[in-house]
């Protein structure tokens, strides 16, 4: 029988109100399936998303899916400590098993309860900070910190790529009204390019609120068959694997010689972008000391006043992530000075702004370091011990802990 | 693809139940122009539709007069503002630089200041059906009276961005008998054709496209290098999954426009039959982008003189017609090419028996052998994709390396 003559006995045989009712019972089926897969948590032995559950294979994770990791891994009583941020924070260069976060956890104890929800290249405000906020009356006591460059500026609704995360969330009630952040939220998106696909993007939450096709097509691809092709998917003969199957991919820095971690072809773009974490924000005075530039720190006050609601500020700590000592020892005195400057300055303004804030990496080695940002997991290893003081003076701070 | 964005489905959702609720016909129809016009409105924008709204009115106009002058002029500026929103880069470009670059720069800066950023949204669509229309009306065909019934030919929105292209004897009695007498076999029939049309486009199509981008058989920097380097066998694979991408994307396209049209109850021509079935080249034109090769048939290969003035004309009006098909797809070259490969094919595959001798033989042979015939036709017609998608010597290095072990 050819395709053609199946599908003409198909025609024939499969009444109009047969496939009406098909179509109705199948849509409000997959509905009710996506609403349970949105209960249930899918990354049981979670450590951290790795690419092939992120938007760089197409894989976008809902703000249900990173709750019940969550109800999952945290008992009653502990202290939430979510981490955010980039690839720095997620390990990028650290095998699952050195993970820093890991460390972080038996570093703090069971009192607390430690998830890495870092994306490569999300920014502050995105995935683990809007899980934070929907999770914040279930798990009150928290702690979220997230990793970034000095005057990065922090988008409320974040980075384009993850922004799906917040309207996700938003849509489903799960956030805190305030006034202020949505003002700088409409400042941003009637800009390009963060309008750009804006009302497609909302329209898609909104409806994902009422019928949970994102949950259902998350759980079907991690759990069962994945469905889309990726650059990262393991090759034609093998992409229709269910997510779940794939090996954590992060190869060990320490593994890799140095000329690999630093690439001298690279040396040249890399120092560009270590300067351009300070170039931007000085100039020098008559007597030649560096000076901030009013218009690039004023903006930047400006942005963090409404990064998160005022309520969650306290509980948030923003940790700036200095560069390899590799390209730092190579700038000339002034602009090393410049660039400490801009680290000490950052921290200052988060926290006037009402924040908890720290940088670290200022005594770390080359060798602690996989390339110009990431770390290796020794690296990690002294960057949890860092962390770990930090919350522990927080937690005692929120009044999370007893008084001493 | 507009079908899959969120604000399509919503409007769909909206637009095609009212439709059905209405009932009356003179209800029906100036809702379901409504909606066209929003959906027109949405997706190109004030700018993309006062063009087509110019073009619409003045062919609407020039069919009622019926006179002959007036529906060759309304014809001959359709064609105009084609080439001018289409085509002016190309022509100054690709081809007026070559005779004068004075002149090209001249065009290219006074067009500047009128051009909009992109040309309106599927206006190649819009002046094929508008030529179609003043072409048959200027033959003695009874124009469009009722304007109601104008505007639904010219955006019709499941037609709107890509096909297929419609004939206004056809589609204006479906689309009266559609908002009479919609019923549930045109409903489920709809369905079903959409769910096909989603299936080869989102499932295989963008899958497909995602795997040929990952094998990258032509890098950003122009090199086929990569091509090169993979072993024989994925070169014939990444070949094929060129082949079938454009079907599956094309035709599900069809398929979901086909099948939104028939749950309004209107019955569209079909775009596609099974092409990689044929078993010549005449044949795959007459399963390929249908609406299309009929209409270059119609109105650009027979007003020519077709296969009337001998055997010289009729090859060269035929390479024409395709070199023109192929222009259509798009302002470059290689469209061009595509088309005259194509052109050149057809003029081979109608004519090769007349060769005196080996002609009748060959004929013969390839009579017992159907499936040499379809393996043939179809390479031939899969090449032809290299020269579509990628640069003319990109795609004969490509071709070449699918031989070269």
Known sequence: ?404 | MIFNTYWFILFAAVVVPVYWLLRKSFLRLPFLAVACVVFHFHFAGPAGMAPIIALGVLTYAAGLTRNRLACAVGIALSVLALVFYKYIHFLTGGVLTLINPGWADAVEKSAKGILPGAPPLAVSFFVFEFVHYLYEVRKGAAPLKNPLQFVLFSIFFPTLVAGPIKRFQQFVPSLEEGARNVGMEDVAAGFRRIAIGFIKKVVIADNLTLAIAYYAPLTPDGSVAQFAAMTLTARWFVFILIAMRILMDFSGYSDIAIGLARLLGVKLPENFNWPYAAKSIQEFWQRWHISLSSWIRDYVYIPLGGSRHGLARKIFNGLFAFALCGLWHGPAWNFVVWGLYHGVGLAVCANYAAIPGLGPRLQGWLEKSPKLCWVSTQLFAWFGWLLFFYPLPQAIAMARLLFNA
């Open chain 1, 1 to 404: 029988m050819t395709a053609a003559e199946i599908f003409r006995e198909l025609r024939s045989t499969l009444a109009p109100k047969t496939v009406l009712v098909g179509v109705l019972v199948g849509f409000v089926g997959l509905c009710l399936l996506g609403r349970r897969a949105a209960r249930e948590d899918l990354h049981k032995d979670f450590t951290r998303f790795t690419q092939w559950v992120s938007p760089e294979t197409k894989y976008y994770v809902t703000v249900n899916e990173m709750m019940s990791i969550v109800r999952t891994k945290a008992k009653p009583g502990q202290i939430l400590v979510i981490v955010g941020g980039n690839s720095v924070f997620r390990g990028v260069g650290q095998p699952p098993d050195q993970l820093w976060t890991k460390r972080l956890q038996e570093n703090l104890g069971d009192a607390y309860c430690v998830v890495n929800f870092a994306f490569n290249g999300s920014g502050i405000t995105d995935g683990g900070a809007v899980a934070a906020e929907a999770l914040r009356k279930e798990f009150p006591k928290q702690i979220y910190m997230a990793n970034a460059a000095p005057t990065q500026w922090p988008i409320p609704d974040g980075t384009i790529t993850y922004r799906f995360v917040y309207w996700d969330a938003y849509h489903k009630g799960l956030l805190i009204d305030d006034p202020a952040r949505t003002a700088t939220i409409n400042h941003f998106n009637a800009l390009p390019p963060y309008s750009g696909g804006f009302k497609e993007l909302t329209m898609r939450e909104q409806l994902d609120r009422w019928f949970y096709f994102q949950d259902y097509w998350n759980d079907v691809t991690f759990a069962q068959f994945n469905t889309v092709w990726g650059f990262y998917t393991l090759g034609p003969t093998k992409f229709l694997r269910a997510r779940k199957t794939y090996p954590d991919p992060e190869p060990d820095f320490l593994k890799m010689t140095m000329a690999t971690r630093y690439l001298e072809a690279n040396l040249e773009a890399e120092m560009v972008n270590v300067r351009g974490c300070s170039v931007y924000a000085y100039n020098k005075d008559a007597d030649g000391k560096w000076q901030p530039y009013a218009p690039i720190w004023d903006q930047f006050t400006e942005y963090i006043k409404s990064t998160v609601p005022a309520e969650l500020k306290k509980r948030t700590l923003i940790v700036l992530s200095r560069n390899s000592p590799y390209y730092i020892e190579r700038l000339a005195p002034d602009e090393r000075e410049r660039d400490n400057l801009a680290y000490v300055d950052a921290v200052k303004k988060w926290k006037e702004g009402g924040y908890e804030s720290i940088d670290y990496g200022r005594d770390f080695l080359i060798e602690d370091y996989g390339d110009r940002t990431h770390l290796t997991w020794q690296g990690g290893a002294k960057l949890s011990g860092i962390i770990a003081d930090k919350v522990r003076e927080m937690s005692q701070n929120l009044g999370y802990l007893p008084a001493k």
